[in-house]
């Protein structure tokens, strides 16, 4: 009451402020910092040399919104200063109000230093430049975005005033004691005994510090003894709480989000600058660090930064992390891709850093859902635990654990934590929170502490917890106030002990202690937020799919030949390139369409190189294997499946040719728009065919009287021997007879194929959300405007519908083939929506509670129905290649090429074609778009028969032409060995 009463926590606040600047005791400002401006992040600071450059004074307004710059000024540290006081440079830039930014990489003498930005203010200066003579100083960065999504234009940064100066050990040991305890006291129940103890000693203290000014040596005098005094005052006040918070520096860098690769690579140098910079000064400070891709920008553009870094980790200090090449999405991203993100990151810090440099933890904290693969991955990874905290943002069921054995599809078992530190409030003046939600960003200090064990589920159980510290998303990482506040807390009364260390040291730890106590989760990891990211910005999606099966295929072939040809060479180097681009292109804010239009720009020149070395790769490949299988046309299978759909080969035979197989049978041939479509029969796994051209006479007669087909394309229906598909008016399916079945496939007064749009305008995060209510505004859709039969058959009969959704012109090709129960939709779309949510439905008179979705490297079963909360809470999920709803014996698939949004509820299967979000994006999706899905009844669910399919769909057969063979040849068999026929 005493302390209430005389509102003493008030009081000392408020003294805090006065005392806070006093810790540099001299100051000596510098001349004013010249600025250049340059043409993007990656212009070399040469480009601001000579005599040019705009002088920014103190208190006035500089830069602007996404302005990449280079100031420049000299300094002196002045021969007055005390020679054993640290000495530093204090350059307020200005403040952004937006992640770290303004941001600058120092360079002291022309030497990388560290880096500066609205956290990071003060640098600290080596002894080397105590010397009396002037000293270059240049930093070299970017302003940021002045405004979080969307700059104000209008908005500038205000220079503060530079200075050398000159730091009071005592006065910045005493500042830091006694924030934290002044927090700590303000975070503790009015009952816990230490709260009044900790404002007695407070009070006591602050008694001690001559308070007249002007301050000068008065104030600097009294400092010990208040130092002194608050000491004695926590020693006495209590004990620690009975659990230990292990604190770990880190730094989360957003490769690309509200920035480009370019900004990045700065980010990056800097941050990692910074951090080099800290361990000098704190001995305990322990630095966690993720993403190869980020250390690999260091090391090629900062390589005497990179040997710093390794001496670090050779220490044990410098902890390398994470396991993959970039912190990948793991909903899209292929299951091939995953693997190569694991193989790329170890690999990289193995030989970068040492075999055993890493710590075997997948660290992905801010990854948007978890595919229940993923502890196989790990374990077969050679990693042993796995870190995130996203899950702990769920919109409606809160995760019942934080610490867990993660059980995957196999049965394998990782150990996981979510991290329990609680969000400091983003502006002062809201109240703490010590149960907000969880962050990977921490600011170290007692309410991070304290919250640790707020939020901390098990605490029957676990007594060890971790903390993630420092600034991130845009980098700056930790801070020497966080840094000093870690010392302080190592036994704080009332609070978890904290040492500062590793990631590693909290798991083994964990383990050790309460791992044989830990519950078991089997099940995957769900979201329940950010869905609209598996749609959003379609086009990256597509070229993610295609490239990831264009890599297959062009190493697949390259192995193949290697084995054919002694003289072929393999290429890997180029297959490396390529796959670090996939890779890097999937991380958490590039593939789920989340960052500013001029990184999915990059992403599309990217993939355009991807696609270059690929083709060329598969190409090359392709033409030896196809060298040694003979034969005027060779096809080739690129999937484990054995597979009879048609092959699409772009040349065309001559008048009174037929192409013929091994044993002579003949090529039923269909002449298509750009090409010829081929009935080759089956084709074996991952087998090649080699085809001739023949004009005997025999066979093109015996292919003429073979042309009669059971195909039927009328405006109104398409039919073939397995199904009869009917459309209405409107251009909806309105029928699917299944006849090998005899079944009725669509409900009764139900329509397939109808294409529906919403109102898609989340509270919130709009390019990552779906908010549930969208179903509340649909809009009303015309009828198709026009139907025409394009293709008759014999092997492929198709209708074109042309229609409009909204304002966006689309035209679609419906097709049947004539050897499968599959329906074709080959979609073209001119999008010209804004925040509309376009769906595809497909209504199946089947009866399950469950229905099945793939997911890398197998599949998984989630409710049709919506009984609990945690049902629907899944109104949309994430699947790769198809979706399935069956019954005892009879289901439907729906497939497609890229594509990953989907939802099934009761008997409706949903394919999400298109979002059009605004931020941070304004054209996200706007323009042309091609995409494919297919409609595929079949008896009793078999999955390997469904992902048959579905890879026919994704990865078509190749079709080589042999270089050099005549019109009539036969091909020439291999010069190195020979290829099985795939019969």
Known sequence: MEHERRGTARAIGHALKWVAPLVYRRRAEIEPLRLWLLDGPLAGIEEADGDGGVPVPAGSYWGGSNVDFVLRGAFVVPPDFDPAAPVALHLPLGEAGDFSHPEALALVDGVAWAGVDRHHQELPLPDAVRDGRLHALTLHGWTGLLGHHSADPARRLFMGRCAVVQIDRPTRQFVALARTALQAAELLDAQHPARDRLLNALDAAFGRLDSREPFGDAFYAGVPAALAALQEGLRAAGPPLDADLIAAGHAHIDVAWLWTLGHTRGKAARTFATALRLMEQFPAFHFTQSQPQLYDFVRRDRPELFAQIAARVAEGRWEPIGGMWVEADCNISGPESLVRQLLLGRAFFRDQFGAAAESPVLWLPDVFGYAWNLPQLIRGAGLEYFFTIKIGWNSTNPMPYDSFWWQGLDGTRVLTHFSTTP??????????????????????????????????????????????????????????????????????????????????????????????????????????????????????????????????????????????????????????????????????????????????????????????????????????????????????????????????????????????????????????????????????????????????????????????????????????????????????????????????VLPPGTVANQWQAFEDRPVQWDAWDIDATYEDRPYPLEPVTSVRVVERGPLRATLEFERRVLGSRVVQRVSLCANRPQIDFDTWIDWRERHTLLKVAFPVDVLAPEATYEIQWGNVRRPTHRNTSWDWARFETCAQKWVDLSEGDYGAALLNDGKYGHDIRDNVIRLTLLRAPTEPDPTADQGEHRFAYSFRPHGPFAPSAVAAAAYALNNPILVATRAGAGEHGAGEQGRRGRVASGE
């Not at 040492?499 to 044989?516: H, Y």
């Not at 290429?571 to 996939?582: D, H, N, S």
């Not at 197989?661 to 269909?670: E, L, N, S």
């Open 423 to 744: 969000e400091a409030p983003w502006h002062e003046g809201q109240p703490p929170n010590l149960l907000a939600t969880a962050t990977y960003n921490a600011n170290l200090s007692a309410f991070a502490a304290l919250g640790s064990w707020a939020r901390l589920k098990h605490k029957a159980t676990q007594r060890t917890m971790l903390m993630s510290y420092g600034y991130g998303d845009g980098g700056g990482g930790p801070t020497r106030e966080m840094n000093e506040n870690a010392a302080v807390l190592g036994d704080f009364p009332g609070l978890p002990r904290v040492t500062q260390g590793r990631v590693i040291d909290f798991f083994r730890r964990l383990e050790a202690e309460s791992g044989d106590r830990l519950p078991v989760w089997n099940a995957e990891l769900y979201l329940e937020l950010h869905r609209g990211t598996y749609t959003t910005q379609g086009r990256n999606k597509r070229a993610n799919r295609r490239t990831e099966f264009l890599l297959h295929d062009a190493e697949f072939l390259g192995a193949w030949a290697a084995l054919l040809d002694v003289d072929y060479s393999y290429p890997r180097e180029a297959m490396g390139r390529a796959w670090e681009l996939v890779c890097l292109n999937q991380f958490h804010d590039i593939i789920p369409g989340s960052s500013i239009g001029a990184v999915y720009e990059e992403s599309q020149r990217q993939y355009a190189e991807v696609a270059a070395l690929g083709e060329a790769a598969r190409d090359a490949a392709l033409a030896v294997v196809a060298r040694a299988a003979g034969g005027d046309l060779v096809l080739v299978n690129p999937t484990g499946f054995a597979r009879d759909d048609y092959a699409f080969w772009p040349g065309q035979l001559p008048p009174g040719m037929v192409l013929v197989r091994p044993d002579g049978a003949p090529v039923m041939p269909q002449a298509v728009e750009g090409g010829v479509l081929l009935d080759v029969g089956t084709l074996l796994p991952c087998g090649a065919l080699p085809l001739r051209v023949t004009s005997d006479e025999r066979r093109v007669t015996s292919q003429a009287d073979d042309l009669n087909s059971s195909l039927v394309a009328r405006h109104s229906s398409l039919e073939n021997d397995y199904l009869q598909v009917e459309f209405n008016p409107s251009g909806d399916i309105s029928r699917i007879f299944d006849k090998t079945h005899g079944r009725e």
